[in-house]
């Protein structure tokens, strides 16, 4: 974090020139920075939004006005940062460290209205929390991380009220107990009022499939979605009520500007289709909190289709409770190596998959398993391929699918 200081110092403290969101959690965060950035374009804003890991490419993690920052001006942003804190090269920031100082500097150099900051891990020494927010906000706490963050929802619930500023206001989503007494606590030592989902805000699913919000400024009724999912329902509320947050703090936004944002936010590789023939879906749960809103969803947008995975996961996560969730449910599992060094092997773990699953299948590449899967959904009726487990395997598809449809249009 000191290394972060010195070099926002450096650059004459760019994440001064502009509000911001921060916004902590294990999950949820990605969407819900979607829909409070999509709201406050709809409100004639020039955002920044940035938010991490990548999918594809690395220059999805700093947006501006829902753009990816161009690769020829993020090269020149880095040399910027460089010329003016040249202590970068002699004592490196972390990866994550030095790319949240470029955004902030861009966002700077973009003259941006307001920004929205997803934390990368954790709060307390997130680098993100050396930006200036207006508004802090706390989406779902759960297990991840556990080696950094603690082993109970007290110590990472404490870790993620890091992002909290004295006096400055805070929003959480529904939390379990332990997790909420921690928030709380840390709340009330620094002075944050805090609006909490189910006590102060939150959103009511009609009979016709709209959605109702109640919240501390605004009741907004025949809301839609443009996120998929059940679970995108307290996405959405939580949303709601930071943007209500920031319009108390000054910054601009309608209740008809957070309708639009509700309506047209995108954000990929959460319940994405992303090819048919057959329906090929990446959902990015990576942890056993993910996969049981993943369940829900599944639940409700693909009953009674035939279920056939594609699973890639990290060493270091808590694979069994995923595993026991998704893999009984699957009439077919295709297991897939990881692009990335902390990839589990698929034979590490074929013994456990094949107690919960009748098909399982270890493969020794992507393609090889999409092929598989694809393969068994074509054979059985309206099947589905699922790909999920990380979100190293969620950009390795996207990557796949745009290369096979650039294949398909060079040949035609």
Not at 95 to 123: I, K, N, Q
Not at 129 to 144: G, K, L
């Amino acid at each position: 974090m000191e290394r972060v200081r010195d070099a926002l110092a450096a650059l004459d403290h760019p994440e001064r020139d502009y509000p911001a969101l921060h916004v902590a959690g294990t999950n949820g965060k990605g969407s819900t920075c979607a829909f409070v950035a999509r709201a406050l374009e709809a409100a004639g804003h020039r955002v920044g939004l940035y938010t991490s890991p990548h999918l594809v490419r690395v220059n999805e993690r700093i947006r501006v006005r829902g753009e990816d920052i161009p690769d020829g001006v993020f090269g020149q942003r880095i040399l910027e940062v460089l010329e003016r804190y040249p202590s970068a090269l002699s004592d490196p920031m972390t990866y994550f460290e030095f790319g949240t100082v470029v955004a902030l500097w861009h966002f700077s150099r973009e003259r941006v209205d307001v920004a929205v900051l997803e934390t990368g891990l954790g709060g307390r020494l997130d680098a993100t929390t050396a930006a200036n927010p207006v508004v802090t906000c706390v989406t779902p706490v759960s297990f991840d991380h556990m080696e950094y963050l603690g082993h109970t929802l007290r110590e990472i619930a404490g870790e993620k009220a890091g992002i909290f500023k004295p006096g400055v206001p805070g929003v959480l989503s529904r939390q379990e107990p332990e997790a909420l007494d921690a928030l709380l606590r840390r709340a009330e030592q620094l002075a944050v009022p805090v609006q909490v989902e189910g006590r102060d805000f939150g959103i009511v699913p009609g009979a016709d499939g709209a959605l109702s919000y109640r919240g501390s400024a605004w009741s907004l009724d025949g809301l839609t979605l443009a996120l998929r999912g059940p679970y995108q329902h307290q996405n959405a509320a939580v949303a709601l009520a930071c943007l209500e947050a920031l319009q108390a703090r000054g910054v601009r936004v309608t209740p008809e500007a957070a309708r639009e944002g509700l309506a047209t936010a995108r954000w990929p590789g959460r319940l994405e289709e992303v090819s048919q023939g057959p329906t090929v879906v990446v959902d990015g749960a990576h942890n056993p909190a993910g996969v049981a809103v993943l369940l829900e969803a599944l639940d409700s947008l693909y009953a009674g289709r035939p279920l056939h995975l594609v699973f890639g996961v990290v060493a270091d996560k808590d694979r069994g409770p995923m595993m026991r969730a998704l893999f009984p449910l699957a009439a077919s599992v295709h297991l897939t190596p990881l692009d990335t060094p902390r990839s589990l092997a698929p034979e590490r773990y074929l013994a456990e998959a094949r107690i919960l699953c009748s098909r399982v299948v270890a493969h020794s590449s992507l393609e090889e398993a999409l092929a598989g899967a694809s393969a068994d959904a074509v054979g059985r009726p309206d099947g589905v391929v699922l790909a999920t487990g990380s979100l190293f395997l969620v950009g390795a598809v996207k990557r796949w699918v745009d290369r096979s449809l650039g294949a398909m249009r060079y040949q035609q």
